[in-house]
């Protein structure tokens, strides 16, 4: 079997740790497996170093930027290596370079178009375990890239993708995929299984457990994937085409505070103006969610949306920029004390009651909706962000896990 194990920050956070993965690895190992393992930067090292370069310069250019984030992926795939040696086990690390994974030239949010089998499977050939940085790429122009923030996920799926893996197994620092985010909802329990589609909603929602274009590509080439624990050996979550058919009305309830609102004000009211503001958008790399365009009225209208919090400047920027050209408008308004709360289950497809359902709790914790927006399998409110805890605690309780 050809297995790929990805393992966190926290997993590797020290010494002990690492040994804790060497061992796991070479258990595998010693079963005649072929092991590949994908390792993110040790504990919270990409903070470490985001910090230091903010400290040498705020606006620093992004490729020096994602130069200096790909060390902190390095130092563990190295150290990683070491420890399987000490434990007698022959192990090679390599970076994105070796590998080669090749990525679009866009710093700090690359996308991952390529990986090249031959040195991998080379030195499986060797019978060494075979330990690949997380997160990182390299560009067409031979610059290192990074794949935004979570993204050693995508690159343990992508591997395992192109090297037709017969596993895909990321350890993290909690026993699986839950019901709502524990730390917020002590009640919240561990799912045996989820859907892509269920935790492609609920990874973009800020679960948090995986980096959602990770999901995306599992989804895509049929990767199916285990997220369990690093610290135990209980059994994980398993993410796959079709969960049970005894599929749940609700499977999750998650939050995500990462969100600013902009409401563009009096826009006028012709055809053509809601393309221009999002392709003016667009054209900036702002990513936009929740939609919300007011009736006309006066021959103006509103148009209202969500943004990550930390592009809201730049969306602001971006509108203010056209306001005497192509969007004329009376006004933009941005609120950054929002944050969004969503169900997320393959079930309420069929099932008409749940959006009410959860609004119905929101009422009874007093909790202010200011917009909402569905899929098939998701029903998401965006609320004030103080109200959030409350809110999850209330909708978790409302679902019944
Ligand atoms: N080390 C990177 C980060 O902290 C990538 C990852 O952990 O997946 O975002
Ligand atoms: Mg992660």
Do not use: W
């Not at 060497?22 to 994908?38: H, L, M, P, Q, S």
């Not at 610290?231 to 505070?257: F, R, W």
């Not at 103006?300 to 919090?309: A, G, P, R, W």
Request: aromatic share 4%.
């Amino acid at each position: 079997m050809l297995i790929v194990k990805k393992f966190g920050g926290t997993s590797v956070a020290d010494k002990e740790r690492i040994f804790n993965v060497a061992k796991r690895c070479i258990e595998d190992y010693k079963k005649g497996n072929d092991v590949v393992v994908v390792l993110s930067a040790m504990g919270k090292q990409t903070d470490v170093l985001l910090d230091m370069a903010k400290d040498i310069n705020p606006n620093a250019p992004k490729r020096e930027l994602d130069m200096l984030l790909t060390t902190g992926e390095q130092t563990s795939v190295a150290l990683m290596a070491m420890a399987m040696h000490s434990l007698g086990v022959p192990a090679v690390s390599l970076n994105a370079f070796q590998v080669a994974m090749h990525t679009s030239a866009v710093a700090g949010n690359a996308r991952l178009k390529k990986i090249d089998k031959e040195r991998i499977t080379h030195e499986l050939e060797q019978k060494k375990i075979v330990i690949v940085t997380g997160f990182q790429g390299v560009s067409k122009y031979d610059d290192y890239t990074t794949l935004g923030r979570g993204g050693s996920d995508t690159t343990a799926v992508a591997l395992a993708a192109t090297l037709h893996a017969d596993a895909c197994e990321i350890y993290t620092d909690v026993d699986g995929v839950y019901t709502a985010d524990p730390r917020i909802v002590p009640d919240a329990k561990k799912l045996n299984e989820i859907t892509y589609d269920e935790m492609l909603e609920l990874a973009s929602l800020g679960a948090g457990v995986l980096h959602n274009r990770s999901v995306e590509m599992a989804k895509k080439y049929g990767v199916q994937l285990v997220v369990r624990s690093s610290l135990n050996t209980s059994e994980g979550t398993i993410v796959k085409e079709d969960a049970k058919m005894e599929k749940m009305l609700v499977s999750g309830v998650a939050s995500d505070k990462n969100v600013a609102r902009i409401a563009v004000i009096g826009l006028e009211d012709k055809p053509g103006v809601a393309f221009k503001l999002f392709r003016h958008l667009a054209n900036h790399n702002v990513n936009v969610d929740m939609i919300l365009q007011s009736i006309g009225r006066d021959n103006t209208k509103d148009i209202s949306f969500t943004v990550t919090e930390d592009m809201a400047d730049v969306a602001v920027e971006t509108v203010e920029n056209h306001r005497d050209g192509s969007l004329k408008c009376k006004e933009v308004k941005v609120n950054k004390n929002v944050a969004k709360v969503s169900v997320v289950g393959a079930g309420m497809q069929s099932n008409p009651g749940v959006a009410a359902q959860m609004f119905e709790a929101l009422f009874d914790a007093n909790v202010n909706i200011q917009q909402i927006s569905t899929s098939e399998i998701r029903v998401t409110v965006l609320i004030a962000r103080d109200d959030t805890d409350k809110a999850m605690k209330a909708v978790h309780k409302e679902f019944d896990f």
